[in-house]
């Protein structure tokens, strides 16, 4: 007989295929995964076949072996990606290969004592051999779905003040609740939620919202107010949250747990400086207490009380100076009402009101998806090698938005969306 966790594990596994994903019969899955993951692994596979997969093909990483590489391979070899993985990529998107992304750290900090320049070589290496892959998948032109499975090491990161047992059950918890597995229906809940989203992505539309500024008035170290930013957005933008589809209308969901409403801002029209309220992790490196001044959309002053020399690794990349994503999250949201931070980019960007670094959404503009780089590059959508999430929102945020007719309008107070945003209904 299954234990209660394997019963829920199998839920989320049929989750995971059948709303995440959409699978459709028919449909190969490709699943990135640490080998800390095989136990969910082996039951995605199993909802996969049942769904009518064709093939399912694990792609096991490893942080000791990944390290191996960076650390001893001989500096002019790390540029070295085979033919045969480019192929591999140009045959999933040729076929349509389902993409599943399994998050969640078997070793969090192995990486730390890394060089993060040779990181950078391996990293900007593989986004350019295979950047065809990334930009379908950023295009939805194939189903993609980011989720996470619990390990007892990122557990006891995350509640190091309880027992490493407890802490992995906290986690689990945590997980389960917010991708609402713990639901009676908990594909009826994402549709509800889903609703609820596309709620705030109708009300900006109507608004015709052509920048937002962020502003906590909390005074940072220098005096000023900690955050003081508008981002522009480009002349035809497009909101997007929540459920995605693909070009012939296959509804699925990027993200799981997913609480942000976003877009894409113009890559010129960005001003203003930010604080960062999480760690982030260019290059799988930590981030923290980073501080950026823009000016013409592009990064013209940083630092970071931890990571600097990540930093200016990452924004040596060409376009990354610039950003290609701004999303708003409620503080209200069930992933920020754990109250913690969860050191993993799918969670604490769904914590907090956020923006990117680097490679741009085409759905984040209006028909973007029908155009090629040189139109997008026209309308301002940025197009860089990476493209790395910073957490900006907090409790005292108060965003604004200028409309396209020269009024204003709140969106949000105190980090949460106004009513008039809402409607006052949330799943």
Known sequence: MNSPMATLRQRYADLLVSTGLNLQPGQSLRIGAELAHRDLVRDVAEAAYRGGAPYVQVDWQDTPLAKARLVHSQPDRLSYFPDFEVARHRQMIDEGWARLSLVGPEFPDLLDDVDPAAMRTVAVTRSQK???????VMANQVQWCVAAVPTPAWAEKVFPMLPPAQA?????????????????????????????????????ARQQVRSLRFLDAQPGPDGRPRTDLTVGMT??????????QRPDGVVFFPNMPTEEVFSTPHNRRTEGWVRISKPAFPFQREVRDAYFRFAEGEVVEFHAAVGQEVLEQFFALEGTRRLGEVALVDVRSPVSQADVVFYETLFDENAACH??????????????????????????????????????????MRLTGLCADGSEVVIMENGSFVPEVTGEVRA
Not at 236 to 242: E, F, V
């Open 168 to 204: 992995l059950d906290a986690l689990w918890d945590v997980i389960l609740r917010t991708c609402r597995v713990d639901q009676p229906d908990p594909a009826a809940a994402w549709q509800a939620h889903d609703r609820m989203l596309k709620g705030v992505v109708d009300f900006l």
């Open 355 to 396: 923006i990117a670094f680097g490679e741009a959404y085409p759905d984040g503009v209006v028909g973007g998806s029908k155009l090629d780089e040189e139109e997008l590059r026209r309308l301002g959508v940025n197009q860089a090698d990476a493209h790395v999430d910073m957490m900006i929102g907090t409790p005292a």
């Open 130 to 136: 295979i950047k065809f892959y990334m930009q379908a």
């Open 235 to 244: 002349d035809r933008p497009q909101w997007m949250g929540a459920a995605a």
